[in-house]
């Protein structure tokens, strides 16, 4: 009985220590001066639908971000399509 409890204490412990250095690596990422810029649509191009209802995203344009991040709306419309081959020239 005793070193099934003995052995459950280490199995904790190596667990805790596990998990302490998950929380700290994780820290040490979020901390990280290299983030990157984060530009929302600034620069793309769109068309607008044929029945005007909405736009579609057919082009990197001018966009230098890091990250793309394509919104939910263009001029007050919804963003309903990224056309084909829209960033291929990137």
């Not at 082009?59 to 991040?69: K, P, T, W, Y």
Request: proline share 3%.
């Amino acid at each position: 009985m005793e070193g099934n409890a003995m052995k459950q204490k280490g199995i904790a412990i190596i667990l805790l220590v596990a998990i302490l250095i998950l929380v700290a690596s994780t820290l040490i990422a979020c901390n990280n001066n290299n983030t990157p810029t984060i530009s929302t649509s600034q620069g793309l191009n769109y068309k607008l639908t044929n029945d005007e209802q909405g736009y579609i995203c057919i082009g990197i344009g001018s966009f230098e971000g890091d990250i793309l991040n394509i919104p939910d709306t263009y001029q007050d419309l919804p963003v309903v399509e990224i056309s084909d081959y829209a960033f291929q020239s990137r």
